[in-house]
Nanobody
Framework: EAQLEESGGGLVQVGGSLRLSCAAS????????IGWFRQAPGKEREAVLC?????????YYTEAVKGRFTISRDKARSTVWLQMNNLKPEDTAIYYC?????????????????WGQGTQVTVSS
């Protein structure tokens, strides 16, 4: 069974950093794009950042995280990382990783087939 599992969330102060991981099993993880989404309380889920499955390029879907968040892939461990620096209260959300059955990135949640359970990130002010 294809599975994704996020970890690394927690409670941090404004300006702090977290590194989230997305570990895959049950499918050829490295062939596919991996997207990070987040859902804040009372808001809809939004695409944040995605890494392409072919060339490793990154696509930013949320302007507010540019310069603060980066995505990377460890092919040997079938893991994608989301490095989050200079965290702000508006970054507070449940963060999900997801994979489409494709090597290219999408912004729409419905294009993704596999989802993790999410990890909570809370930024206190």
């Amino acid at each position: 069974e294809a599975q994704l599992e996020e970890s690394g969330g927690g409670l941090v102060q404004v300006g702090g950093s977290l590194r989230l991981s997305c570990a895959a099993s049950g499918f050829n993880f490295d062939d596919y794009a991996i997207g990070w989404f987040r859902q804040a309380p009372g808001k809809e889920r939004e695409a944040v950042l995605c890494i392409d499955g072919t060339d490793g390029s990154s696509t930013y879907y949320t302007e507010a995280v540019k310069g603060r968040f980066t995505i990377s892939r460890d092919k040997a461990r079938s893991t994608v990382w989301l490095q989050m620096n200079n965290l702000k209260p508006e970054d507070t959300a449940i963060y999900y990783c997801a994979a489409p059955k494709a090597s290219w990135c999408h912004s729409a949640p419905y294009m993704y087939d596999y989802w993790g359970q999410g990890t909570q990130v809370t930024v206190s002010s």
